[in-house]
């Protein structure tokens, strides 16, 4: 059984010190492709970077998060658009809309979505999408462009069967993380995640963040890595009604299709 993570945030300080065992405990759960999440300038560059050093296991994505935005500039966007031709880069993103945390303000974060929706569009690059508490400017913003560009996938879905309808009815992919697996917070994506057609289903750790708090026994440094896509996997299987290994190997096959691994 193997897996695709299409978010793996490993150029988190977290993962300087150990990169090489993090990623050989990966690969001994079954998880021998990964893509590293670019969410900034900087952190772009250092995603290409580790795409670099491990070809044919990491691939990137460049992007600015929401949270970054403010940080948005001429030569940040030149850059990315430098970036977003590289083969190693194989979407633009990660990058949205965040109104839950609201470290950009509205205006900006709508200005400098719109920037990067434009960027996948021109060079036919996939969107990896992040939205928070932002459904309605998100939906019509993404609407504007998703007939320009090749595909997207909502990375980390949290929101409601409403908004997950709303993706799939734009032929988006959906991203699954150990949040369903959060007794407090996930609960409700059990409910439907058997919703989610098997060839637009993809996973990922979202690595160092939400170690699925089901995992036993849970490890003392409570740091998320890839190899617990394994776990998620068999937690999504059981919600869907279906054996584990064909939701391992659906959803790889859509990742290696979506990000042309």
Known sequence: MQLVDI??????????????????R???????????????????EQ??????????????????????????????DARLRELARLP??????ETGLDY?????????????????????AELGKPLFLHQRDAHADFLTLLKRYRDRVPAAVVHCF??????????LALDCHIGITGWICDERRGTHLRQFVREIPADRLMLETDAPYLLPRTVRPQPSHRRNEPMYLKHICEEVARDRGEPVEVTAADSAAAATAFFGL
């Not at 590293?36 to 772009?44: C, F, I, K």
């Not at 190693?88 to 993103?93: F, I, L, P």
């Not at 839950?100 to 303000?105: A, I």
């Not at 949290?158 to 993706?167: F, G, K, M, Q, V």
């Open 100 to 120: 839950h945390r609201n470290y950009s303000p509205r205006d900006v974060q709508l200005r400098v979505f719109e920037q990067q929706l434009a960027i996948a």
């Open 7 to 24: 978010g793996a945030n490993l150029t988190h300080e977290s993962f300087r010190h150990d990169l090489a065992d993090v990623l050989a």
């Open 158 to 167: 949290t929101d409601t069967r409403e908004a997950l309808h709303d993706y």
């Open 47 to 76: 995603a290409l970077a580790l795409a670099h050093e491990h070809p044919g296991v990491l691939w990137s994505t460049a992007g600015v998060h929401p949270h970054h935005a403010i940080d948005y500039d001429e030569t940040t």
């Open 88 to 93: 190693q880069v194989r979407a633009v993103g």
């Open 26 to 44: 990966a690969a001994s759960h079954g998880i021998t492709r990964m893509v590293v999440t670019g969410a900034s300038r900087e952190g772009s």
